[in-house]
């Protein structure tokens, strides 16, 4: 039986849901690569195999993008996030740093888009305020329309939850809790029921091929493995936008290669809008757009195609 069959016998016997929707279209990529090959039953190392199975690998249907793809915004020409005259100001003592200073940036559904800049530069700051885990001391910063620094935290957070997975450099990842656990955090948040998160969890880590590590703790992975939970997580919810900030920062090239391909075709697939935030090159190859960033001002803006090789 293929992986959209199962998913189809659960929907017949569960009632259809945007999250079992979402899993069959999934699972469909999953079944054509399979064709392939398929190693995540074994292993579970950071062998050839294990990082070969890469559900979103399938070269057939490489850069086919989801015509079932969720449109968040009403029109392609209305941003999904727009920032305006944003400013960043700290308080040091006596003296105020302004970690950004005048941020004008609109990013629309579907882009792959890089932020690049030296350390320092500003770059999480600038993360933090797309993900709307932080407000702008100046400007404004609008998701899906509205005004994040209007919203009570609560609701903040609510949209947060639904419209964004985040993929951290040093993976947060809760400590106690297993593979699973992590994986399936954000639903409980959401308070899905258990039952339905766990099978959302089981699937998501198989996507990820670590359906032989749901029971190991965080300590008990190694990096490569705890990225792809944290990628795993971040697909939980299903949401629109993927936030990522440093997502290969900790990893060797194979693995940081892997993690980058399953982004990119995720984006591709999916059509999920892709936020990177990093200085790291080699990610820009990936990009439909790359944004500029120094001393907290955005130097420039490139259009890009992708794969397109490095100017
Ligand atoms: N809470 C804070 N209080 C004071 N200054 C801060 C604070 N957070 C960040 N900064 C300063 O703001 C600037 C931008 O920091 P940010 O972390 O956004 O840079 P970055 O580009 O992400 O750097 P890196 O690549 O090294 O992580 C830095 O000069 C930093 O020292």
Redesign the pocket.
Known sequence: MTLTEIIKTFKTKLNPSKIMDSLERTASFYDESENGSKGSESGGSESEVDLKNNPYSSSASGSVKSSEATRITLNEKEPLIKLTDVWKL?Q?GEVE?A?LKGIDLEIYEGEFLVVL???????????NLLGCLDIPSKGTVLLNSRDISELAESELARIRGQMIGFIFQSFNLIPTLNTMGNVILPLEFQEEEPEKARKRGEYLLEIVGLSDKTFNLPSQLSGGQRQRVAIARSLAVNPPIILAD?PTGNLDTKTGDYILDFLSKLHEKEGKTIII?T?DLDIVKHATRVVY?RD?EIEKIEERKKNESEK
């Open positions: 700290y040091m740093f970690a800049g030296p350390s320092g530069s500003g770059k999480s700051t600038l993360m440093e935030v200085h960033i907290g």
